[in-house]
């Protein structure tokens, strides 16, 4: 079983920002990594993925149409982080986020897939005046 650890979350008014950051214990950068999110009542949606070391196809990077070039992923490799830096906030982004592996040579669909291996807990994040 992988240890996620998801951080960053918290209180954003609309147009605000975050920035939320995954972490675990096996070495993030051999494999793509998911951003997930869940609202209460709403269904499951894939936020943003990027390509491991290891992938062997699919995209580099992806993200949900809801995005809409608002959110931007990337790797920290020196703290073992994939981040996920959110501009542009609105309400409706209000959502546990979670960050998940996917199989060592798998790479990103468009929009990610939920075809991942191990997940987080998620980090809270609640946009609100």
């Known amino acids: 079983q992988v240890r996620f650890v998801e951080s960053g979350g918290g209180l954003a008014q609309p147009g605000g920002s975050l920035r939320l950051s995954c972490t675990a214990d096996?070495?993030?950068?051999?494999?793509?990594i998911g951003w997930f999110r869940q609202a209460p009542g709403k269904e499951r949606e894939g936020v943003s993925c990027?390509?491991?070391?290891?992938?062997?196809?699919?995209?580099?990077?992806a993200y949900g149409d809801f995005v809409k070039g608002r959110f931007t992923i990337s790797r920290d490799l020196a703290k073992n982080t994939v981040d996920l830096q959110m501009d542009s906030l609105q309400p409706e982004d209000t959502a546990l986020y979670f960050c998940?592996?996917?199989?060592?040579?798998?790479?990103?669909?468009?929009?990610?897939?939920?075809?991942?291996?191990?997940r987080g807990r998620g980090t809270q994040v609640t946009v609100s005046s």
């Open positions: 998940a592996t996917y199989p060592m040579n798998t790479g990103c669909a468009n929009p990610p897939s939920f075809q991942y291996d191990y």
């Open positions: 096996l070495t993030l950068e051999y494999y793509a």
């Open positions: 990027i390509f491991g070391k290891f992938s062997t196809s699919g995209r580099i990077v």
